[in-house]
């Protein structure tokens, strides 16, 4: 598997030997359904986290990437980072988008990729499944498919996937190490990561990683 994600600063070190948060996953889950759920019903709400175009905008996704893209998706886009900033996928390619959302980089990647490519989205949020199915068929996207599932358990087959994107999803799960193994396990012998998500450079505090009210907001 080529990474091409992580770019360490001088003098900043990776921390080892974690310890992982004590949360309920199945209450955790719940929580993130009901929180995306509504990002997903009324993006016009207002979250404690940026969410649409304005924050498109801020991560450095130009007018062009979001051409064509349904108003839907946009709405709704609540990511943290930008996958395509290392590179398009390229044509014919077979992408993974790990927690899809309402398919704002998965239907980016579905342009890129073409009729002789396919992506598919997982995602645990039946509201966001929806809606980005919505998006896809406005669209007239036929290399598109989107499934429920969890990112520590990818319904996808084995060495099957050129690319694996994720935007703001594998930071809400709480052994990070489930997804990195779901992800590794589904890509093809050189296949590639483009992930834009949340990084911390110190270890957060145990006490804070067990308070499950910090992790949905």
């Given at each position: ?18 310890n ?60 943290t980072?930008?996958?395509?900033g ?39 949020t ?92």
């Amino acid at each position: 598997m080529r990474i091409s994600l992580i770019q360490l600063a001088p003098g900043v070190t990776m921390v080892s030997n974690v310890n992982p948060s004590a949360v309920d996953i199945d209450q955790l889950r719940d929580n993130v359904k009901s929180k995306y759920s509504d990002v997903a019903t009324n993006p016009d709400e207002g979250f404690h986290f940026h969410t649409g175009r304005p924050l498109a905008t801020m991560l450095s996704y130009t007018d062009a990437d979001l051409e064509g893209l349904p108003e839907s998706a946009s709405k709704s886009f609540a990511g943290t980072g930008n996958p395509f900033g290392w590179g398009r996928m390229n044509p014919g390619e077979a992408v993974v988008d790990v927690g899809s959302g309402a398919g704002f980089d998965s239907l980016q990647a579905a342009q890129h990729v073409g009729s002789t490519g396919s992506v598919i989205g997982v995602d645990m949020t039946q509201a966001m499944l929806g809606k980005a199915g919505e998006g896809a068929r406005e669209m007239g996207l036929s290399n598109t498919e989107f499934r429920l599932g969890y990112a520590e358990a990818l319904p996808v087959d084995d060495a099957s996937t050129d690319v694996v994107i994720s935007n703001g999803v594998i930071n809400l799960t709480p052994d990070k190490m489930s997804p990195l193994k779901e992800i590794f396990r589904i890509l093809k012998p050189g296949g590639r990561i483009q992930i834009g998500d949340i990084v911390v450079h110190v270890e957060v505090p145990q006490e804070a990683k067990d308070d499950i009210d910090l992790w949905s907001g």
